[in-house]
């Protein structure tokens, strides 16, 4: 539980000014701003069990994950207010429908959204929606590292943005996005029981090595940080290039 509530950190300065995500000040009209929310880590479980522990507590409050005026879509891996998209996924998504629907209060609900469905439609670093699109999954060949992982975790996030739309009445966008989490099926092998990556024509990546989880490429240079990291006495398994 303490290292639980080490984090998110208000990084709001006494008069509530505080440096966005865009680096440019703004106002918070509370005096607090949160960050350090490190997303990918803590969507599964820590903030679901803020919204139980901290109820409508500011700390852990919707609009700080993805206010519109910085970025345009909600941060994931945010750090002292930067985000620096060193994971997968936009797992800002779940953590905002979660407290929608448990009926947090205290933002607004259609901004949020709008942020939401940002996030899962305008693309950025690690998020090709215009290939993801396009082919109903990550192609390796495209999308060079981890194609299979970004494909899985951004369909979970579809899901999440389709029952806040169904929630919002939205029926065109609970569609679309649903349509959109059905895409990790794409890249399930039936015959090997297992996800497999596919190339931009619909070819089974070949060789397939179960064992392995990147590209030879790839697995060197984690290979190499985690080296690095077993040095500095970090925690290597997290790495990624």
């Known amino acids: 539980m303490y290292h639980l509530m080490m984090q998110p950190n208000n990084i709001a300065d006494i008069d509530g000014r505080y440096r966005g995500i865009d680096d440019n000040i703004h106002m918070s009209p509370t005096g607090e701003y949160y960050s350090t929310f490190s997303l990918w880590d803590t969507y599964r479980a820590a903030h679901p069990l803020y919204t139980i522990l901290n109820g409508q507590s500011r700390r852990h409050d919707p609009d700080d994950a993805g206010p519109p005026e910085d970025t345009g879509f909600s941060a994931d891996l945010g750090f002292v207010g930067k985000e620096n998209f060193c994971m997968i996924g936009n797992h800002a998504i779940p953590v905002i429908v979660d407290a929608y629907l448990k009926g947090f209060k205290g933002f607004d609900a259609e901004e949020a959204y709008q942020a939401v ?15 993801f699109e396009k082919y109903g999954y990550f192609p390796f060949d495209i999308i060079d590292t981890e194609s299979v992982s970004k494909t899985l975790e951004c369909a979970y996030d579809d899901y999440c943005v389709a029952q806040m739309a169904k929630a919002l009445g939205k029926t065109e966008d609970y569609e679309r996005f649903s349509k959109r989490a059905a895409f990790y099926k794409n890249l399930f092998d039936p015959e090997l029981k297992l996800m497999r990556g596919k190339d931009s024509k619909g070819n089974w990546r070949t060789p397939f090595n179960s064992s392995c989880s990147h590209t030879p490429v790839l697995r060197a240079a984690i290979s190499r940080k985690a080296i690095l990291g077993s040095t500095l006495g970090m925690y290597s398994t997290t790495y990624k290039a």
């Open 117 to 131: 469905k940002a996030s899962a439609t305008v693309s950025h670093f690690n998020s090709d929606w215009e290939t």
